[in-house]
């Protein structure tokens, strides 16, 4: 495990609602009155929070109204945004986009602007200090009406480190179309766009954020291996839209824990990971929770060893990905990327 710690890493999908430390939880609700939390020590939370193991979508999501709570003030959102970057560095991470909806962070009365500003702090002071480039992507959520004022946030907040837009939220019952108008916001000026599709819901959605969205990655998408066909565990035929993905090389934000928490695959060995990284899908490793997921890169990681095979040219080759499919400026990415190789072919 420690030898997969020290590996550089690069990590597009983690939402920094969903990766605070429990003990800042503890300390955060203690200081605004929170007395929602299902636990007050922190052995007693921390295992609530990954009984999100349990393959409930419905109790993996209630998780995210106590981490909410405690990050409705200025202070509280340049903490867990510097903290978020502390220790994905920590864990080896060079390379770190972070997301969130900052609508879900104004309950306290600050504004979407003001929530935006406070995580910058705390993320560029913990970047300066860890070394880890960081961006911020911003997210607009698909059950709620307000994606194009996010969207136009984003635009208006990159020299705060905003680096693109999302959408993410339930994905049954929400076409990403509903939300297109927002995607052009961003695209129209030139902000990259990443959705979330393919997790929830099957793979018209990728079809959707691809094409009327104009997404320039997919968040999850792994549902993209229901329109192959698979014999004896690999990939031998690929229908219209998964072959696009392939062809296109469209980069997937693969979080292969969050997939088994969240019911869609019921083991790790049964996730598709593996297989769509032998087809030549553009496959990424990512967190998306480390705090519901109990996880981290090094644990992705160590999970696609033991159960998918992957060694050190297979975690090159992903870190190399990530980082090619990044949204921060091609000149630090670049930099970032001959550091990573020279790290990388020294352990061939
Ligand atoms: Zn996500």
Known sequence: MEELRSLPKALLHDHLDGGLRVDTILDLATTVGYEGLPATDEAGLREWFHQGESGSLERYLESFDHTLAVMQTAEALERVGYEAVVDVA????VYA??????????????TLEEV???VARGVQTASSETGCVTGLILDGMRQMKDSEEIADLAVASRDLGVIGFDLAGPEAGYPNDDHAPACLRAREANLPVTVHAGEGDGVHQ???ALHHCGALRIGHGVRIIEDTTVINGEITDTGPVASFVRDVQ????VSVSSNIHTGIFPTVAEHPIGMLYRAGFAVTLNTDNRLMSGTSMTTEFALVAEHHGFGIGDFHAVTRRAI????TPWPRRQELLE????????LY
């Open 206 to 208: 990728i079809w959707r």
């Open 97 to 110: 986009e972070l997301r969130f909806a900052p609508a879900f962070n104004t309950d306290g009365g600050l």
């Open 339 to 346: 550091k990573v190789d020279e790290i990388y072919l020294d």
């Open 324 to 327: 090619l499919a990044g949204f």
């Open 90 to 93: 920590a864990d080896g991470v």
């Open 250 to 253: 469209v980069p997937l934000e």
């Open 116 to 118: 935006v500003a406070a």
